[in-house]
């Protein structure tokens, strides 16, 4: 089957414009996770949603940082006013039992 | 901040040789998972090790996690160009309060292999 899809998969911004970034996670997946991974680094954890819940957003790093899943499936995550330390890559990734599959990621780079 | 830490940082070997990639945590984990990631992509499932004492193989790699769910080593046998690329340890915490399914990564160990 499908699995974990992201667009865009790559994103230029100016400093200060928003931006929106999609998920599409595996079919059925209830548990959807939105990571932030810096050049060289592992990922951070940035928000958890269980169906449209969103359980935890403690790793979002600034009020700047949104992410929404309302009908369960789709998720966005929203950058307001982008700034450079903001440019990284997004991965998504959904859950079955205990496994975490990721999506290809968004390349962001904020000029 | 990283909660596990990866060792090598990076490792360079010839085609044909095995290697070990090791992974350490201060607190005891849940869950220990390992992937790959290749530069542009997104990270691909390799194995997860849940028990003390757990191995698992596919194909000529062997993950372990040791009897205290803190250390787990990653090991290629007879390695060939398709497995270089990055390689993460992620582990899923036991403590309350802590997200179920959140994982925290190390930095991951860069591998070459030439031919």
């Known amino acids: 089957g499908a699995g974990v899809s992201q667009s865009p998969r790559y994103k230029v911004a100016k400093r200060g414009q928003d931006v929106a970034l999609r998920c599409d996670p595996i079919?059925?997946?209830?548990?959807l996770f939105w990571y932030q991974q810096a050049l060289g680094q592992g990922p951070e954890f940035l928000t958890y949603?269980?169906?449209?819940?969103?359980?935890?957003k403690s790793g979002l790093p600034s009020d700047r940082f949104f992410a929404e899943r309302p009908e369960g499936s789709v998720s966005t995550l929203k950058i307001q006013r982008t700034q450079q330390e903001d440019s990284a890559v997004y991965l998504c990734a959904s859950r079955d039992q205990e496994t975490q599959y990721f999506g290809p990621g968004t390349r962001l780079l904020v000029l | 901040s990283q909660e596990l830490e990866q060792s090598p940082q990076s490792l360079i070997v010839q085609e044909g040789k095995n290697l070990t990639i090791n992974c350490t945590s201060s607190?005891?984990?849940?869950?220990l998972y390992w992937y790959k990631q290749k530069y542009g992509e997104g990270l691909i499932f390799l194995m997860m090790?849940?028990?003390?004492?757990e191995e698992k193989s596919h194909e000529k790699i062997t993950a372990k996690l040791d009897e205290k769910k803190q250390q787990s080593s990653l090991h290629i046998t007879a390695s060939q160009p398709s497995h270089a690329g990055i390689y993460l340890c992620?582990?899923?915490?036991?403590?309350?309060?802590?997200?179920?399914?959140?994982?925290?990564f190390g930095r991951g160990t860069q591998l070459t292999v030439w031919p």
């Open positions: 992620g582990a899923s915490r036991a403590d309350r309060g802590s997200t179920l399914g959140r994982l925290y």
């Open positions: 949603f269980q169906n449209e819940a969103q359980l935890d």
């Open positions: 079919s059925g997946h209830v548990s």
């Open positions: 607190k005891t984990l849940y869950g």
């Open positions: 090790l849940q028990k003390g004492g």
